[in-house]
């Protein structure tokens, strides 16, 4: 049986499935019978969804356009 | 594609444009703008010099292409580039003098981190991702992290470069970007709870319809 604390400083190991068979095996197990290290990896797990996500954060509006002009500007010159 | 098959169509560009075909060049580099100024972003934390930052490494990229070593990937070669555009203006405008007085309270000397926030989070339906005030609490968390943080978690949570391409770009060891990124997660989570988690309030029984009294 693994430790709140364990699991805490496996946490990221696990979500990214970095982490040897047994130990996530005996995670999961404490996950079962623990709420707060099973909210403390929901959420986390989330948290990666939601950055993960492009749509969470933008660039600014007109930058690809920028970009193209700035190189435009170069190819002109060089 | 299979990134096999994206590198060969890369290296074939490349070698076009090194012959003079500089109209290739935004080709290649379109599908990797975003991750220039992601990066830039990462280092800088703000947008106007995150795409000042972006425009010069994109121009630089082109300036080096000759550089570029055969076995190299492209596109950590190019996130290299304005990983260090940034970091040159960074040290230039001694932005990180100021960096120290909203950094994070939350971590102790020696590194050691305890979670404070336990409460459940809702789920995340994909339409609320439009909404302003997440993007805004996303960014706010995100600029909270330590820059070490900051610069591995948006390379591999963010734009989801391997742990192997996350070291190489840094300049630092694998395991060394697992400790920060699992560091930069924790803070994230505890960050956004007040935004994402459930109030208490909801998970109350009598608040389901029923009151107590």
């Known amino acids: ?38 909210v403390l990896v929901d959420s986390t797990r989330k948290m990666l969804y939601i950055v993960g996500d492009e749509r969470t954060f933008e660039i600014p509006g007109g930058y690809s356009e920028r970009v193209h002009q700035r190189l435009t500007e170069y190819f002109a010159k060089h | ?97 100021y960096e120290s007085l909203d950094a994070e309270p939350i971590e102790t000397e020696d590194g050691d981190f305890t979670p404070q926030q ?15 005030e997440i993007r805004a609490s996303v960014r706010r968390a995100l600029e909270s992290l330590k820059l070490k943080y900051r610069e591995v978690f948006v390379l591999r949570d963010m734009q989801h470069l391997s742990m192997a391409d996350t070291a190489q770009v840094l300049g630092i060891s694998v395991p060394l970007v697992k400790i920060h990124l699992h560091r930069a997660r924790l803070q994230m989570r505890e960050q956004l709870t007040p935004m994402f988690g459930k109030r208490w309030i909801e998970r109350l029984p009598f608040f389901k319809g029923k009151k107590p009294w």
Request: aromatic share 8%; net charge negative; with cysteine.
């Open chain 1, 1 to 38: 049986m693994v430790s709140c604390h364990r699991v805490l400083q496996e946490l990221s190991n696990y979500l990214d499935e970095d982490i040897d068979p047994d130990l996530r095996a005996a995670i999961d197990e404490h996950l079962r019978g623990c709420h707060r290290c099973s």
């Open chain 2, 118 to 132: 336990f409460a459940d989070w809702r789920e995340v339906p994909s339409e609320t991702l439009e909404r302003k």
């Open chain 2, 1 to 97: 594609m299979q990134e096999s098959q994206i590198e060969s169509a890369e290296s074939a560009l490349i070698e076009r444009i090194r012959k003079g075909e500089n109209d290739l060049f935004y080709a290649l580099i379109q599908p990797y703008e975003r991750s220039v100024y992601l990066t830039a972003y990462a280092v800088l934390r703000n947008p106007d010099d995150a795409e000042d930052a972006a425009q010069e490494a994109l121009l630089k990229a082109f300036a080096h292409l000759d550089q570029l070593r055969s076995n190299e990937k492209f596109k950590g070669w190019l996130l290299l580039i304005a990983l260090n555009e940034a970091r040159q203006r960074r040290r230039r405008d001694r932005q990180h003098l």
